[in-house]
């Protein structure tokens, strides 16, 4: 079956007309020679929050692999150099500098967590970026390119999820000091409280140094029944085992991450009940994900579980950028990698999203609606909620969302 999806794959990509011989440019872009793309990769190798990383870059191992086997991009395989932001806003910006100055990498892909850094730069001087628009200011960037857009507004989705169990009493979760996560709070707390829904109590979470039975003291004390935000799968593994053997009534707990079988392996019954909310589509087990899983397998065998939306997160940032190198030319710049991509109506993401993109409005749409998931309660396995279909939120403005959290300021 695998070797079989994998065909199916390299034949579809080769359909493309991607693998046709490379011109010889007489002004080549960065980046670009007659036989290779080079491009750049931003991540958190280390740093909080990077043990979900190395499934994102595996992801785009996954896709570039795929098609250098199908004969590249107009002949020219496409590899990338990376830097280490370490999740960092600060390094962010220093490592797309340097992947662009001394780099000289034609674009960019940046996994989630720190991409704010670097936004602006990468804006001014017209680079292609592709990735998971997780912070807001991908919004309205020409340059920058996602099948899925996080507002600098919000949205009702999460805390009209949250109120529907029942819940009244939130504790919210950042990653300390994370800059990114932090921002991403702001948009879930207006979420919660848009809803109805009171936060008691927010925590920072520093997993190396946390009491996790003295926050699930607190929990306890404080009476909290929704326990919520950026919820890691490694902090979710020990947080509700502890506010569990307290007796704390937790009505919902839900993550942003999570939606892997490898975690099921690790944590299962420890998570158990838990929601997970995703950008992706649930796994159906469609031909495009066999080719998928066939392709993660071949080329990143490295993976632990190659169904982790960290890793569809990458399989499909270098799949945008595949599709924008398609969309310039066989001669391609920047420029027109830019305007080529921001004219294609119809992305489908490889069949990974829920939905096909359009690049020339979607920049403008940010996204409001995600997929969830509950893991089963004796922890073995995964159930689509909502009857498998997205579930989706009213808009709340920016300024909304202030008046929301700082009250007193309006």
Known sequence: MIAASLAAGLAACGSSGAATSAASCSTPAPGITSTTVNAGLLWGDSGDGATSMPDFRSGVDARFGLANDSGGVF???????????????????????????RGHVFGIIEAP??????????????????????DPGWVGRNNMFSFYYLSDGSSTVWGDVINATGASRA???????????????????????????????????????????????????????????????????????????????LKITMMPLG???????????????????????????????????????????????????????GFVAADIFIRGLQAAGKCPTR???????????????????????????N????????????????GSAFDPMFGGQAKCGRPISSARMNQLLDPGSS
């Open 171 to 249: 504790a919210v979760l950042e990653v300390s000091g994370n800059k990114s996560n932090s921002d991403f709070s702001r948009q879930y707390e207006a979420s919660l409280l848009e809803s109805g829904v009171k936060i008691v109590r927010e925590f920072q979470i520093a997993e190396a140094v946390t009491s996790y039975q003295a926050v699930a003291k607190q929990l306890k004390q404080d009476d909290i029944d929704a326990l919520v935000g950026v919820l890691l799968p490694s902090t979710a593994a020990k947080l509700i085992p502890a506010a569990r053997s307290l007796g704390v009534n």
């Open 75 to 101: 002949g020219r395989t496409v590899s990338y150099t990376w830097r280490d932001d370490q999740s960092s806003q600060d390094l962010n910006l220093l490592g797309a500098q340097d992947l662009v100055g």
């Open 259 to 313: 939606y892997d079988p490898a975690v099921l392996a690790a944590s299962g019954k420890a998570i158990a009940g838990t929601i997970i909310f995703t950008e992706v589509q649930p796994w159906l087990d469609t031909p495009r994900q066999q080719t998928f899983e066939a392709a993660m397998a071949k080329y990143a065998p490295e993976i632990q579980s190659v169904r982790s939306d960290s890793a569809v997160d």
């Open 335 to 361: 420029e027109s990698f830019i305007s080529g991509l921001r004219a294609v109506t119809n992305y489908d993401g490889f069949g990974l999203v829920p939905a096909p993109v359009n690049f020339a409005t």
């Open 363 to 378: 920049l403008k749409a940010p996204q409001s609606c995600y997929n969830f998931i509950q893991v089963r309660a004796d």
């Open 113 to 134: 967590g720190a991409s704010n850094g670097s936004i602006t730069w990468l804006n001014q001087q017209n680079i292609p970026v592709t990735g998971l628009a997780s």
